[in-house]
T-cell receptor, first 114, second 114 residues
Framework: KAGVTQTPRYLIKTRGQQVTLSCSPISGHRSVSWYQQTPGQGLQFLFE???????NKGNFPGRFSGRQFSNSRSEMNVSTLELGDSALYLC?????????????FGPGTRLTVL | AQSVTQPDIHITVSEGASLELRCNYS??????LFWYVQSPGQGLQLLLKYFSGDTLVQGIKGFEAEFKRSQSSFNLRKPSVHWSDAAEYFCAVGAGSNDYKLSFGAGTTVTVRA
């Protein structure tokens, strides 16, 4: 079974631009979670989707948004990029509730904002 | 809200020596507890998890963890470390109850010396 895939793996953007990251979960997994990982803040929860519905959202500004499609693939978008948005963005999928089920993580998308 | 503290930012251990990584959680009810490992340039991989039952949990790669409710701890151990165990280790707590997210500790980086 294929693992979680994230595209692109690396991105370089400039301040003020917007970016869209993509995540394809493991087949059969309907929950997709997004995390931001930085050296200073560690792993911070962004949001979680299940069957196209956002069930929980972390403490991030409205510039961060996401969505999930009917095939469970998910995208997250960051608008008006700031230098502080430079991070590794991780996507994880699970069968049901990610607070109880095993999450399977993708390799991440490394975003650099210049 | 639940939270996790990993007191040790960095641990250095000799190959073949034992390893113990500390994790303390804060949550009013019985938590779902997880240990994940992240190798350089990779996503996270589940080592083990606990919710109920035997308080000593066996995981992959020879790791085990012990849940101690009285100490709000879930420490990870390995009797004999291999060079390939060099990585960053994350403890995480989930609330269940339709919370749909994990809260991660800051992580402990393990260096293995020959």
């Amino acid at each position: 079974k294929a693992g979680v895939t994230q595209t692109p793996r690396y991105l370089i953007k400039t301040r003020g631009q917007q970016v869209t990251l993509s995540c394809s979960p493991i087949s059969g997994h309907r929950s997709v979670s997004w995390y931001q990982q930085t050296p200073g803040q560690g792993l911070q929860f962004l949001f979680e989707y299940f069957s196209e519905t956002q069930r929980n959202k972390g403490n991030f500004p409205g510039r961060f948004s996401g969505r999930q499609f009917s095939n469970s693939r998910s995208e997250m978008n960051v608008s008006t990029l700031e230098l502080g948005d430079s991070a590794l963005y991780l996507c994880a999928s699970s069968l049901g509730d990610p607070s109880t089920d095993t999450q399977y993580f993708g390799p991440g998308t490394r975003l650099t904002v210049l | 809200a639940q939270s996790v503290t990993q007191p040790d930012i960095h641990i250095t251990v000799s190959e073949g020596a034992s390893l113990e990584l500390r994790c303390n959680y804060s949550y009013g009810a019985t938590p779902y507890l997880f240990w994940y490992v992240q190798s350089p340039g990779q996503g996270l991989q589940l080592l083990l998890k606990y919710f109920s039952g035997d308080t000593l949990v066996q995981g992959i790669k020879g790791f085990e963890a012990e849940f101690k409710r009285s100490q709000s701890s879930f420490n990870l151990r390995k009797p004999s470390v291999h060079w390939s165990d060099a990585a960053e280790y994350f403890c995480a707590v989930g609330a269940g109850s339709n919370d749909y997210k994990l809260s991660f500790g800051a992580g402990t980086t393990v260096t293995v010396r020959a």
